[in-house]
């Protein structure tokens, strides 16, 4: 039984490189796989043996605490605390939490990374090996993007650089880290703000390098991504839709007889079905939605309430209560809540890349 009970997730932020989404929605709640993509996090943790869950918040916010609530759908109890002074870097989201961690291992989770494997095995290696701490690491093709772990010649893990100009190696240290009791405050009373003004995770993981701290780390063989950018979570999505094994793509629409059907579909309770429908795996359709004369898939996620009538679609992520009614090819989009993309006039062969903020309105 695992003796991390305890786990911080990320739910703050202000995710500017997802404009124009994040204007009006948390990054955290864009779905991957038709489920907010916190969800994803929390359980990840909850399978690998956490039972308290304590989530970062922007001042103000209350859309994440509605949608994921206290913790009961998973079996365990979720608090909410607002990261005070602004935005003061990763490691300050741990220092703010120290009263609901008090003197107890734990993990910290930024929410925004997927990974596809279980972290169970690296929380065991963790417990079995009395580490003070355990990172995460996977190779990456811009290593300069994160913090990079330093090796010495014997291959000892002996530091950790934040976003190197010329990065030594092409490893990352994701977002999944373990500590054990204590030792993260000691450490941040002894860092400073970097250049950019914010307390660096990789401060805290130098710290424990360069005063004699066990520090393990264990390379992520399975997928991992760090959904910053709109194509990530595409990538992601797309990953998350072939791993679900068939038994969870079921149907709960009594007209589909008539839709044409390939692959792996889920399909919500009250969707309506017109004539002419092709749905190509995998594919999920949320609840309420209505198609008709239109191809959808692979790869597409459809929230609540979407309509989508004439349009081929691939490879996309469709935001609730969406209108997509004229003769169009959309592939990887990211397309936000309520938009409305109307036929106006003219013919066109071409398929469209959108990335598309809430409550607009196209005519095409």
């Not at 469709?318 to 169009?328: A, K, P, Q, R, S």
């Amino acid at each position: 039984m695992s003796k991390i009970k305890k786990a911080i997730l990320t739910g703050g932020g202000r995710a500017t490189r997802l404009y124009p989404i994040t204007t009006t929605i948390n990054k955290h709640l864009l779905p991957l796989a038709n489920k907010p993509m916190i969800f994803h996090a929390i359980e990840k943790v909850v399978e690998a043996g956490v039972e308290e869950i304590f989530i970062n918040t922007n001042p103000g916010e209350t859309e994440l605490q509605k949608y994921i609530g206290d913790g009961g759908r998973w079996g365990i109890k979720i608090k909410f605390f607002e990261q005070t002074g602004g935005p003061q870097g990763i490691a300050h989201v741990v220092k703010e939490a120290e009263k609901f961690i008090g003197d107890d291992p734990f993990i910290f989770y930024l929410s925004d990374n997927i990974v596809l494997g279980s972290v169970k095995e690296m929380v065991k290696e963790f417990e079995d090996k009395n580490y003070d701490c355990m990172l995460a690491l996977s190779q990456v093709s811009d290593p300069s993007r994160f913090g990079v772990p330093q090796f010495d010649e014997q291959g000892n893990l002996v530091d950790v650089i934040e976003k190197p100009t010329n990065p030594s190696n092409n490893f990352a240290v994701t977002g999944i880290y373990l500590y054990g009791p204590k030792i993260f405050f000691k450490a941040f009373d002894n860092i400073e703000k970097s250049e950019r003004g914010e307390y660096e995770i990789s401060s805290i993981h130098s710290y424990f390098l360069k005063n004699n701290y066990q520090v393990g780390y264990k390379e992520i063989t399975g997928w991992w991504k760090d959904t910053g950018l709109a194509n990530d979570l595409l990538v992601a999505n797309k990953l998350l839709l072939n791993q679900i094994d068939s038994s969870q793509f079921t149907v709960h629409s009594s007209k589909i007889d008539d839709v044409q059907i390939l692959g792996k579909v889920k399909v919500g309770s009250g969707v309506r079905f017109g004539s002419g429908v092709k749905l190509v795996g995998p594919v999920i359709i949320g609840e309420n939605c209505v198609l008709e004369n239109c191809e959808v898939g692979p790869f597409v996620t459809l929230s609540s309430g979407c309509e989508v009538r004439y349009a081929k679609i691939k490879d996309s992520i469709i935001l609730e209560n969406c209108v997509i009614d004229c003769d169009l090819k959309i592939t990887e989009s990211l397309i936000g809540r309520g938009v409305k993309i109307v036929k106006k006039s003219g013919e066109g062969d071409n398929g469209q890349r959108m990335i598309i903020g809430d409550k607009t309105v196209l005519e095409l």
